[in-house]
DNA sequence: GTCTATAAGACGATAGAC
DNA sequence: GTCTATCGTCTTATAGAC
């Protein structure tokens, strides 16, 4: 039987999203050329287009894989019904998560603006998503009176933030580990809602 | 005596920086032609070379001047001896600061991979001494035994970060005032360096 | 100081050979 | 499925008239 080339296309697909997130991520999606992500591929630029009808259609392919990834992951993780302890493990699955895939991170949130209407609206959908989340999550902590918190959207977005700075710092082979620095941030976010986090001393002794 | 054209060339410079900068943060730098930017000025694009030798030194010139005044900004800002007082002047601050020019914060932090390497690098080193007046903060009321910080750097980081996103959510005419913001937001910079935070409510009943 | 005109090339996307 | 070749348009930047 004859060797379809159908396995070919896959891998080049693939190949294809991997190497635009790279380039949009370091370049800006503007700045970013067809052939650009062709010669990445070892492509001639007009082979993209059986796979992506328009550059526009990379983008929201790579915007949608990595909201829909996020939230499959955040899904997998197991149910924590104490809110002290849904905040926790929410806090570390998001630095692991962010810590691990930058390139999407980064893309997901800076070439927003540069998605068309239709899939901008999709795209912030998924975001709300995840947002929803972490509110939930404090609304009930607050609810419960575990929290101590002024204003649960703010707060809400306050911590996202807080912890999504991460990937504008933090870089492989630094002074702190993935785990220290995970340690840190849940001490920040659980400080953010009034609690009294843990000294952090005593659990390095651990690590280390 | 003829009237110099001189005063009008000044005008029409503070013209292209100020549409540049509304196209540069609507769009991004990449996505916005010369000729865009001529236009929203009424003028033609080759005029635009009078004033700024490429497109480059447009996005130069818009980072530094807003980086320069944000440091100038702080500055004259009243000098708190209490690490505690000086924290909360602090977020007032930025918080204020950032609110009120939107559109300088959100071009000097996404626009950085657009700059070359020696407007990249002198930039780079305007935002680092803003940072720096943070970590010193931080340091000086660790020291004193005023904060409960596990690690100052990356405490500097995630304060920054948690504040600077107010930009991604916060839009004149919502819910929340701009003094309620602020209030909201000294609260959970206190909060993250272990303070007890005074409870909001009996604060506003001074401003509603 | 601003204009028009243009250079020199890159862009996204398409057509058709293989 | 990938190639080469190309269309039509847009880009930054420059030259020279006024």
């Known amino acids: 039987m004859a060797r379809t080339t159908g396995s070919i296309g896959k891998e080049t697909e693939k190949r294809v999203l991997k190497e635009a997130l790279t380039l949009f991520a370091h370049h800006g999606y503007a700045a970013v050329s067809m052939r ?10 007009g082979a993209l287009y059986n796979y992506f009808p328009t550059k526009q259609s990379i983008l ?10 996020l939230l499959a ?3 997998a993780q197991p149910l924590q019904h104490n ?3 849904a905040l926790e493990a929410f806090a570390r699955f998001h630095i692991r998560y962010h810590i691990d895939k930058p ?7 800076m070439e ?3 998605l068309e209407p239709e899939p901008y609206s999709e795209v912030m959908k998924l975001r709300q998503k995840y947002e929803r989340f972490l509110r939930g999550i404090l609304r009930d902590g607050q609810a419960k009176g575990d929290f101590k918190i002024d204003d649960v959207p703010v707060t809400t977005m306050a911590i996202i ?8 710092w933090f870089r492989y082979g630094g002074r702190l580990s993935v785990e220290e620095i995970e340690k840190i941030y849940v001490n920040l976010v659980l400080s953010v809602v009034g609690l009294e986090p843990e000294s952090l001393a005593p659990r390095l002794e651990g690590i280390v």
């Open 60 to 69: 929201h392919g790579l915007m949608k894989v990595h909201m829909l990834d």
């Open 112 to 114: 927003l603006r540069n």
């Open 161 to 168: 933030s807080m912890m999504t700075g991460v990937n504008t």
């Open 36 to 45: 650009q992500i062709a010669g990445k591929c070892g492509i001639q630029a």
């Open 83 to 85: 809110p002290v302890m």
């Open 103 to 109: 390139e999407g991170v980064f893309v997901a949130y």
């Open 73 to 75: 992951a955040l899904d």
